[in-house]
């Protein structure tokens, strides 16, 4: 761990990151884990308070029962930014885990930790993306309304295959052969001066950050559309762009084999966020 870094765990500080989970518990072996992440920016923590609560969320719809309330969790969060520099980004994970249970996990056992790390948010120089051959799972086939961790092996497999063919990410369709998202993010197109961007129909999650880039770009006077996509309104798209946590609003400058610009809208909607997050709560003095 760097000096940049800090975990809150079985009631501690420790920027050392001492075993949590063991052999026998139920979170490594039956994978009753949860996570969110939130970002502290120079500071600014946008959007802080949704991330929190849809951790517990998350918690509760895979049964388990969080013992922490959502302003118990921002506390913690305040607290352990306050042990670290302010000039930097900072990755806010939060967790949830049940050690206790056999084939389901034991509520009273749920345990909460958090780790705090240091990561830039990332320039927005482009990424490429391919359509990727795997598919996610609708809400009858997984807990694809938590941010479960059990989730991400298949968003694992679909980068590996897109990095074997030379893409950074890819689009993954929902199991109707529509767009559901890229691997790691929400996708986004532009057509014709209006953004869209793929309804919720239970296969994806409906981002926090999409959720604000939505409100920001509509209170702009830009056009949001949230509807069905299919992979051919991407490939003929005017533009293409994520928003997701890690990188906060980035553009997408190729499809397969199609070159695509950092167009208006993507460039509108980032400097939106940006002003979004320094206007945004500050780290407590």
Request: hydrophobic content about 40%.
């Amino acid at each position: 761990m760097t000096n940049r870094e800090i975990i809150w765990s079985n009631g501690e500080w420790s920027t050392e990151d001492k075993p949590t989970i063991g052999i026998t518990d139920h979170a490594l072996w039956m994978a009753s884990t949860v996570f969110d992440g939130a970002r502290a920016v120079k500071g600014h923590l946008p959007d802080l308070k949704p991330h929190c609560q849809r951790a517990i969320n998350s918690a509760l719809a895979m049964g388990m029962e969080p013992k922490v309330t959502v302003d118990e969790i921002i506390s913690r969060v305040y607290e352990g930014l306050a042990k670290l520099p302010h000039d930097t980004d900072y990755y806010i994970k939060v967790l949830f885990f049940s050690p206790g249970g056999f084939i389901l996990p034991d509520p009273e056992s749920t345990t909460f930790a958090l780790h705090i790390f240091e990561t830039a948010l990332p320039e927005d120089t482009g990424f490429s993306a391919t359509f990727s051959p795997f598919r996610r799972p609708d809400a009858t086939m997984a807990p694809t309304e938590a941010k479960a961790s059990c989730l991400y092996p298949n968003s694992q497999r679909i980068l590996r295959e897109a990095n074997k063919r030379g893409f950074y990410t890819a689009v993954v369709l929902d199991g109707e052969g529509n767009i559901a998202e890229f691997a790691a993010a929400n996708l986004w197109i532009v057509k014709n001066g209006t953004a869209y961007t793929p309804v919720p129909n239970g296969t994806f999650l409906n981002g926090i950050t999409r959720q604000r880039v939505i409100k920001l770009l509509r209170e702009d006077g830009i056009p949001v559309e949230e509807v069905t996509l299919t992979p051919e309104d991407v490939l003929n798209a005017d533009e293409v762009f994520s928003t997701g946590n890690h990188g906060k609003v980035l553009h997408c400058n190729r499809i397969e084999d199609r070159e695509l610009p950092r167009g208006p809208i993507c460039a509108r909607a980032r400097e939106l966020y940006q002003e979004f997050t320094l206007a945004s709560d500050k780290v407590p003095a």
